[in-house]
């Protein structure tokens, strides 16, 4: 392989990966490490990624673009992880609780987890209020509005005011893509503006992402990384979001940490 082409195939591999060791680099190009240094180090005074302590990293620059997907689309993908992922989330709700669940293949996999609690859920979660129906200790709130059938999910910019009027202990919000720079973003403007207000309004915000959603992002951009509370995952995230995680007081939870 010629040194131009491995190079540009490095660089879309880190992009790809978001953060990968020297090691691994070695692994999968099949070279030596000292080649891998010197191409790595011509990246990296390009611009094009960064150096860490023992490898490298994406920019965020690099961050992908992820487009509005049906409900439907999503919610058979990486079942198991979202599963785990709730199941973790879960741990965090209480008897007594006045919580949010967003709008979300994620999200909606709490209720199996939670189904025997007495808790007040707030929601526009179509398939939550629908599949909590047997369970009577549920207080289940729902804004209505206009039914958005991609997103299986009620929303009006109308109900805004609504949602400030709640006292929520928790919020478990879905993202379809986070990022350092862009922050935690979301596809549709009306729920946009919902998942904002919420967030505003909770005691506690738990963001749900499985770990595909890193370095990805969406139209809208409903709240800031730095200012969720919990960040809960199904693996251990790349480098440069833990140490952000760590600088920003933002728990980090995943499977088995």
Do not use: C
């Amino acid at each position: 392989m010629l040194k131009l082409q491995r190079i540009e195939q490095i660089k879309e591999y880190v992009i790809k990966h978001q953060t990968v060791s020297l090691d691994k680099l070695v692994e999968v190009f099949d070279v030596s490490k000292n080649t891998i240094r010197r191409d790595v180090q011509e990246l990296v005074d390009a611009g094009e990624i960064n150096k860490v302590y023992g490898g490298v990293s994406a920019k965020q620059s690099h961050a992908s673009l992820s487009p509005l997907e049906s409900f439907t689309e999503r919610k058979t993908r990486n079942l198991e992880q979202k599963r785990a992922i709730a199941e973790l989330a879960a741990t965090y709700v209480d008897d007594g609780d006045i919580i949010f669940i967003d709008s979300g293949t994620t999200t909606m996999e709490m209720l199996e987890f939670i189904k025997d609690k007495e808790i007040t859920v707030i929601t526009n979660n179509f398939d939550f209020i629908n599949s909590s129906f047997p369970y009577e200790n549920l207080q289940v709130i729902s804004m209505g509005g206009i039914f958005q059938r991609k997103t299986r999910s009620f929303s009006s910019f109308r109900n805004l005011e609504l949602f400030q009027a709640f006292n929520i202990n928790k919020a478990f919000m879905a993202s379809t893509g986070i990022s350092i720079d862009h922050g935690v973003t979301n596809s549709s403007p009306v729920e946009s503006n919902i998942k904002e207000t919420v967030a505003e309004r909770s005691a506690e915000v738990f963001l749900l992402v499985d770990h595909q959603k890193f370095g990805k992002y969406a139209l809208m951009t409903y709240r800031k990384l730095e200012d969720i509370d919990y960040l809960i995952t199904d693996q251990k995230p790349p480098l440069n979001y833990l140490k952000f995680a760590e600088t920003n007081n933002i728990q980090l939870l995943y499977p088995g940490i």
